[in-house]
């Protein structure tokens, strides 16, 4: 059974004590130690649907466009072959390490942004949830170890917070209206 007590802000928004010590795929590639950010989210829609969301990512952020994708707007449509995923691939920030379909994708910061915020892996994952799903977001970081990159580590959790919450929870609003308007992903 899982334990529903929610860890706040800002290391661990919205996340079980149980999503917060879980393991999850992008801890193999992450230098060690790290420190871990996780953030979750409950969806009212299936599985495959929130992760062909989470495939959008290859196209656009979805957290505040105006900030980080320079004004333009996310496509608030699913955008055909954004899920046919490869190793490589760029997921804004990152490069696609591994994934499985419908379940998890996880991803390598590219060389920009580790020289801006060090090594960093993340993986979203979906896990069924009743007749819904969970949609977690894992940021591991390495910690800071001189005084700079202590700065700079806090700015990054505080700064992941209002970002990755605001990515979840765009998702959740589109996949939402998705399986309301009865849409289905291929199998």
């Not at 999503?19 to 969806?43: H, N």
């Not at 979203?124 to 949609?135: I, K």
């Not at 910690?143 to 202590?150: I, L, S």
């Amino acid at each position: 059974m899982k334990d529903s007590t929610s860890w706040g802000p800002p290391e661990h928004w919205n996340a079980t004590r149980d999503e917060v010590v879980a393991s999850y795929p992008c801890d193999e590639f992450s230098g060690i130690p790290y420190q871990s950010l996780t953030r979750a989210v409950d969806v009212d829609a299936p599985p495959a649907l929130v992760f062909r969301w989470l495939c959008q990512l290859r196209a656009a952020p979805y957290s505040y466009d105006l900030i980080d994708n320079w004004g333009r707007r996310s496509p608030r449509e699913l955008t055909p072959g954004l899920d046919q995923l490869a190793l490589g691939q760029s997921l804004i920030v990152a490069t696609v390490a591994s994934f499985v379909p419908d379940v998890h994708i996880t991803g390598r910061a590219t060389p920009a942004a580790e020289r801006l915020f060090g090594l960093q892996a993340l993986t979203y994952q979906v896990n069924p949830r009743g007749a819904g799903s969970r949609l977690i977001g894992r940021l591991n970081v390495r910690p800071p170890r001189r005084v700079w990159e202590q700065v700079r580590n806090s700015l990054l959790v505080w700064g992941d917070l209002i970002m990755m919450r605001k990515q979840l929870l765009t998702f959740k609003a589109l996949a939402e209206r998705d399986a309301r308007r009865g849409v289905h992903v291929p199998a």
